[in-house]
T-cell receptor, first 112, second 110 residues
């Protein structure tokens, strides 16, 4: 069963702590993405990666970090430098050709 | 800079009627334009995309129109059903970068 998985679905963290969100895909896609969505808002691009061991900043990269050591995995770390981290985080993947992107179910992060 | 925007934040449609959701974009260099549907609490679901060198593409009950002269994209949903209630996003893809617009909420009147 192919697709994208994100874990955990809900995550709580104390202010000042770093936290890592998982994203895995078995679609053999080269490109992967992280988006942030605030209530009633659109999706804003945090980071994206076109190939293993390479990634680019999106529009709101400050306070976040990523790695792409394997094609299947693109974890996102929300650092303590992110001033307002409470949000819904969405991971996606796509082939480098074509427009279609596949999204995971999302992780809802709440900072206490 | 790059931006993809929507004309209307909400749209109410009678069940069975056709829905038209509009989107304006500013970057003419995009490779693809894409429509997504997002239900509450879920990740966006791909609906249809259109290559930038095309004007029209049809899917099952959906049609996407691209007018490059006025930088306008639209999604037409035929015979709107209650299950079509969701937020619809347009997005553009340039190389591998995908940028989203702010979304239109579609509600269906019985």
């Amino acid at each position: 069963d192919g697709g994208i998985t994100q874990s955990p679905k809900y995550l709580f963290r104390k202010e000042g702590q770093n936290v890592t969100l998982s994203c895995e895909q078995n679609l053999n896609h080269d490109a992967m993405y992280w988006y942030r969505q605030d209530p009633g808002q659109g999706l804003r691009l945090i980071y994206y990666s076109q190939i293993v061991n390479d990634f680019q900043k999106g529009d709101i990269a400050e306070g976040y970090s990523v790695s792409r050591e394997k094609k299947e995995s693109f974890p996102l770390t929300v650092t303590s430098a992110q001033k307002n981290p409470t949000a819904f985080y969405l991971c996606a993947s796509s082939s480098t050709s074509g427009g279609r992107g596949f999204f995971g179910p999302g992780t809802r992060l709440t900072v206490l | 800079g790059e931006s993809v925007g929507l004309h209307l934040p909400t749209l109410s449609v009678q069940e069975g009627d056709n829905s038209i959701i509009n989107c304006a974009y500013s970057n003419s260099a995009s490779d693809y334009f894409i429509w997504y549907k997002q239900e509450s609490g879920k990740g966006p679901q791909f609906i249809i995309d259109i290559r930038s060198n095309m004007d029209k593409r049809q899917g099952q009950r959906v049609t996407v129109l691209l007018n490059k002269t006025v930088k306008h994209l639209s999604l037409q949903i035929a015979a709107t059903q209650p299950g079509d209630s969701a937020v619809y996003f347009c997005a553009e893809k340039k190389a591998s970068k995908i940028i989203f617009g702010s979304g239109t909420r579609l509600s269906i009147r019985p």
